[in-house]
T-cell receptor
Framework: NAGVTQTPKFQVLKTGQSMTLQCAQDMNHNSMYWYRQDPGMGLRLIYYSASEGTTDKGEVPNGYNVSRLNKREFSLRLESAAPSQTSVYFC?????????????FGPGTRLTVT | GNSVTQMEGPVTLSEEAFLTINCTYTATGYPSLFWYVQYPGEGLQLLLKATKADDKGSNKGFEATYRKETTSFHLEKGSVQVSDSAVYFCALSAHTDKLIFGTGTRLQVFP
């Protein structure tokens, strides 16, 4: 049981390049999330998906797109990377809706945009 | 809006010292409260949670009590170990499953 996996672990991009961060979970969870972690700001929600085929914006969605490919996979795409997107990105999943559910996090992707 | 405020770090302690990390929140209704821990180079993992007023969450010697009257959820441990060195995040979820995080508090424990 791998839990939540993310690829790649590290990435360096030049301004204007594009890339897709991959996330997969093997816990049969319905909900999946993308966060970014910046120093002094905690984690902020970029996008989330309550179920296969649905996605919604979080707190900081500008510059990102997402795809919920199936129940297992939730990808995050940067179409034209900017230095302000230098961050650590975490994917998470949970088994359902509601305020009591635990979220399970992947190990993160450290992205640097030069 | 909903928010979480944590004490600034780093918190530096000697092994076996008592730990308190303060967390206060602002939220409408009756949120659930969480403490997540992030060990170096890893993702976050749930440490403990409480879903209603006066609930006490506990795990691995850590405790936190949901205090609605003071809107607080302070994390405590009676005797810290070097292996507890990590970043600790307080978080809440109000009406949905979306989490709102505090800024995190780094704990450094020295032998």
């Amino acid at each position: 049981n791998a839990g939540v996996t993310q690829t790649p672990k590290f990435q360096v991009l030049k301004t204007g390049q594009s890339m897709t961060l991959q996330c997969a979970q093997d816990m049969n969870h319905n909900s999946m999330y993308w966060y970014r972690q910046d120093p002094g700001m905690g984690l902020r929600l970029i996008y989330y998906s309550a179920s296969e085929g649905t996605t919604d914006k979080g707190e900081v969605p500008n510059g990102y797109n997402v795809s919920r490919l199936n129940k297992r996979e939730f990808s995050l795409r940067l179409e034209s990377a900017a230095p302000s997107q230098t961050s650590v990105y975490f994917c998470a999943s949970s088994e359902g809706r509601g305020r009591m559910v635990e979220q399970y996090f992947g190990p993160g992707t450290r992205l640097t945009v030069t | 809006g909903n928010s979480v405020t944590q004490m600034e770090g780093p918190v530096t302690l000697s092994e076996e010292a008592f730990l308190t990390i303060n967390c206060t929140y602002t939220a409408t209704g009756y949120p659930s409260l969480f403490w997540y821990v992030q060990y170096p180079g890893e993702g976050l993992q749930l440490l403990l949670k409480a879903t209603k007023a006066d609930d006490k969450g506990s795990n691995k010697g850590f405790e936190a009590t949901y205090r609605k009257e003071t809107t607080s959820f302070h994390l405590e441990k009676g005797s810290v170990q070097v292996s507890d060195s990590a970043v600790y995040f307080c978080a809440l979820s109000a009406h949905t499953d979306k989490l709102i995080f505090g800024t995190g508090t780094r704990l450094q424990v020295f032998p």
